[in-house]
């Protein structure tokens, strides 16, 4: 069973925390990924750098600049990829635009994810339909879980359209917006928070894009399998550097 | 061979909508509703009239004797320039607001290289009376200061990009971001062929006014309404967009494109994205674009402000893949060369963009009777200093 779902099933809320490969310092990828499961976290988003971020907010954008100046590639993240199962149980996925796979070659970027043991793929603009159209056998066949987003403006009929072409968790956008740490969720959040429950989906929800603290985890939790923490652990990094992630994370739960 | 978008947005290869989730309500909102849109009598109505009395529509197609003497050739030029805010840019900004309206938006966003879509968007928002931000790179602003002093003369508030290169793409971005932010009141006016599912197509149909006007203006010069060429410059692509649109499927009209070559194709300092692009997905369409071999797009360069964009519309990666266009690029210096003669020749200054186009004789010979109609795309008062600059004025 791909490790994404046999976390899913645990009886407990996942934190999944999210970086960019490359930064702060070009040779921290499996520091931090290591660190980070030491420390009780659930699963691991690494974001493979981009030069033209467009879902994102200022803090992953420079995040993704300063990892591509530091020397930053496809192929130099496999690189350091490859023993990081020796050490590391949790799931790792993958999470970047789709022109740099593309140009590594669809198949190839596939295989070599499950080569290294990369449990699954966030794309944020490979859309669903194409998705389903034209990749879904080749991400399957390499035992890859592609997860798609949804926000709060995405009709039912979409969210249950995205559910069927899912197979391990729905990536719930906390609001309209790009990414970045944002205090506090309101009433808006909580009734989106509550259509979704309602809709009984096939997919566990985690939730993304605003989880900053213990308090936005633990609201994003109440009724979702877990949350995602992005910009706020770049941040974190950007201050304090690589040493002190058990700080962290113990900071939200 | 069909050269329209397909229902999915799809030239051949080229097209799609390859956007975030966030995008997907307000790109499908404009793509399930552009076409009845257009297609509304009141619409219609309310766009011709603007073109015409706003505008200055129809644009003169010009015969251009001395050029013509000079090339040995028949040159007609497309006077784009002589349109209201001096270029082919409000045409499209024109119709956007039209349609922005009728979709009941109240806040416009629009990206800006140049500044002369900005100042088109600027302009029909003042018109309108509706909001208008427009994003620009940090570096260009400091580069087209007037540029920026008549957006904000027309109440447009100009938002600096600070992320990636400060450029175009970057302003790109950073409009794509703003739409994500304020996804129900706003909607955005690209100015180019470019971006996702239903841009390309609904820019190139508010654009093809330009070669519809070719058309029956030629049938009164010369009897005829197909040129044997048609020649644009291209940096994303609308005003060739427009200018060919209407011959696409008569291959007796040879299609021109002229890429800008900055410095040289090969010099690692250029703009000519056909030539030195590889497929791949930039502002959420699947095209030809200049990237590094790791998949990150690069910076191009043109001494041209308007054509220094890593992409290229997907109607245009669709003609050069199939051969349709002939792709022609052209360097700076001869860009500049030509400028000047037709200064010189016929009395107009020609945008540095459009001089691009007038630069094909270098490149291609015609014959003594071909017609070559050139678009000519913007006029030259905003390159004043690059011009002085460059010769010494």
Redesign the interface.
């Known amino acids: 069973m791909n490790r994404i779902n046999t976390a899913l099933k645990q009886d407990k809320k996942l934190l999944s925390i999210y970086f960019t490969a490359g930064y702060p310092s070009l040779n921290d990828t499996a520091k931090i990924i290591q660190d980070l499961e030491k420390n009780g976290v659930d699963m691991i988003e690494i974001g493979l750098p ?9 803090t992953i ?2 995040s993704s ?1 300063i990892a ?1 100046k530091n020397g930053m ?3 130099l993240l496999f690189e350091q990829l490859k023993d990081i199962r020796k050490s590391v149980n949790i799931p790792l996925i993958i999470m970047g ?8 070659g669809i198949e190839a970027f596939c295989a070599k994810c499950q080569e290294i043991g990369i449990d699954g793929l966030i794309i ?5 339909n ?1 998705y389903h159209e034209h990749y879904q056998e080749t991400f399957e066949k390499y035992g890859l879980i592609n997860v ?4 709060p ?3 039912d009929e ?1 969210i249950r359209f995205i559910d069927s072409v899912s197979n391990g968790f729905i990536y719930m ?1 906390s609001s ?3 990414t970045g740490a944002k205090s506090t969720f309101g009433d808006t959040q909580q009734q989106y928070f509550e259509r979704i429950e309602a809709l009984d989906l096939k997919n566990p929800q985690i939730v993304g894009f605003g989880i900053s603290n213990k308090e936005t985890f633990t609201q994003a939790t109440k009724t979702a399998k877990g949350a995602i923490i992005g910009s706020a652990f770049i941040k974190h990094l950007t201050n304090e550097g690589v040493d002190t992630i058990d700080k962290f994370v113990g900071s939200i739960r | 061979m069909n050269y329209q978008a397909n229902e999915k947005g799809y030239y051949g290869d080229f097209g ?7 995008l ?2 307000n790109v499908e909102e404009l793509r399930t509703t552009y076409l009845d849109i257009m297609n509304e009598p009141s619409f219609k109505e309310e766009f011709d009239q603007l073109l015409k009395d706003y505008v200055g529509r129809p644009s003169p197609l010009y015969f251009a004797k001395r050029l013509s003497e000079k090339h040995n050739t028949k040159v007609y030029l497309k006077r784009e320039d002589l349109n209201h805010t001096g270029a082919h840019k409000v045409n499209n900004t024109i119709g956007q607001i039209l349609v922005a309206k009728r979709l009941g938006k109240n806040r416009i966003i629009a990206e800006t290289g140049a500044g002369q879509h900005g100042v088109a968007t600027a302009t029909v928002c003042a018109l309108m009376g509706i909001k208008c931000i427009v994003y620009m790179g940090e570096i260009d602003i400091k580069r087209q200061a007037p540029n920026v002093a008549r957006m904000k003369m027309l109440g447009a508030e100009v938002r600096p990009a600070k ?2 290169s400060k450029t175009l ?2 302003a790109t ?1 950073e409009a ?2 703003d739409w ?4 129900v009141d706003t909607h955005y006016i690209i100015g180019s062929a470019i971006g996702p599912h239903p841009y390309p197509d609904m820019v190139t149909r508010f654009q093809s006014i330009i070669s519809e006007e070719i058309k029956w203006q030629l049938k009164e010069k010369e009897g005829r309404e197909h040129p044997d060429y048609v020649v644009a410059c291209i940096g994303g692509g609308s005003n060739a967009a427009g200018t060919y649109y209407h011959f696409l499927e008569e291959p007796s009209v040879g299609i021109i494109a002229v890429e800008a070559a900055g410095k040289g194709v090969h010099s690692g300092e250029s703009a000519a994205t056909s030539q030195l692009g ?7 369409c699947k095209t030809l674009l200049m ?1 590094t ?6 910076e191009p360069y043109s001494i041209s402000a308007g054509l220094d964009y890593p992409g290229v519309g997907p109607l245009h990666a669709h003609l050069y893949k199939t051969a349709r266009g002939e792709f022609y690029s052209v360097t700076d210096d001869d860009a500049m060369a030509a400028g000047l003669e037709l200064s010189q020749l016929e009395g107009i200054i020609p945008a540095i963009e459009s001089s691009h186009a007038l630069a094909i004789f270098n490149d291609k010979k015609f014959r003594p009777d071909d017609i070559v109609v050139i678009s000519l795309s913007g006029r030259g008062d905003k390159d004043l200093d690059t011009y002085i600059d460059y010769f010494k004025l």
């Open positions: 981009f030069s033209d971020p467009l879902a994102d907010g200022p954008q420079e600049t591509l590639t496809t192929q635009y789709f022109n740099p796979m593309m140009q590594y944020p603009d490979l859309p669903v194409e798609f987003l949804i926000t403006q995405t009709s979409r956008v309209a917006s790009t | 799609g909508a390859y956007i975030p989730e966030m997907y309500p992320s990636g793409k970057d971005n794509i971001r994500i932010n304020n996804p590889k497929e791949g997905i930039i502002h959420g990237q071999s790791d998949g990150q797009i690069t």
